[in-house]
């Protein structure tokens, strides 16, 4: 098999079948019972956490790809990012029916008067375009508007974890992690593009 026919028939469905195993597993314990007893908080957290690796593995696939030279890996980047984007969508759903039960006053009065989901939703309105051009034909039609709207990303993942960060108050290891892998990714960017601008 060519390069591009194990990306194709091996590597892409493997990592699509593996982006869908943790909704699996958390589909598991929700039949078997074997959540705590508020699950509502653990669906809020199991699909945000989800979302916002999803949005760091996405943005990790360009490093990758200059690193180890293997341009195909840019062939995962849009499936990982609408899965960031479908995780995302998981979460405000468990947000808007499971915990607001269809509110929509409750909803809008959350939004308004609560800074982390303020944050948040914010996050999750900025996703929706990226999702939405996420093909060839936006890549074409856009041209160099593309690159520049899909470097929101990256202020999607900080306003992502900073709705974390504000949501879980005291216990604030996981977003501080979540926080310092985008520090780091930024700062690889800001690099490299500096030693390009200088050659």
Request: aromatic share 14%; charged share 20%; proline share 4%.
């Amino acid at each position: 098999m060519t390069g591009e026919q194990v990306m194709s028939w091996v590597i892409k469905p493997t990592v699509f079948l593996a982006c869908l195993l943790p909704l699996g597993l958390f589909s598991f314990n929700v039949i078997s019972e074997n959540l705590s007893a508020d699950p509502i908080k653990d669906a809020t957290l199991f699909t945000g956490d989800w979302t916002l690796r999803f949005l760091l593995i996405t943005l990790l696939i360009t490093p990758l790809r200059k690193l180890t030279g293997w341009s195909r890996l840019l062939r995962l980047r849009r499936m990982l990012g609408l899965y960031a984007f479908f995780y995302a969508c998981l979460h405000f759903l468990v947000w808007f029916w499971l915990d607001r039960e269809l509110q929509l006053g409750e909803v809008i009065e959350d939004i308004l008067k609560r800074p982390y989901i303020t944050v948040g939703f914010s996050a999750f309105v900025m996703l929706i375009p990226l999702a939405i051009t996420s093909n060839k034909f936006s890549i074409r039609r856009l041209k160099q508007r593309w690159q520049t709207l899909h470097k929101l990303v990256y202020i999607i993942a900080a306003l992502g974890i900073l709705h974390f960060l504000w949501l879980v108050k005291v216990d604030v290891l996981e977003p501080v992690i979540y926080g310092l892998i985008l520090i780091l990714l930024l700062g690889i960017r800001a690099w490299w593009d500096r030693q390009s601008r200088a050659s």
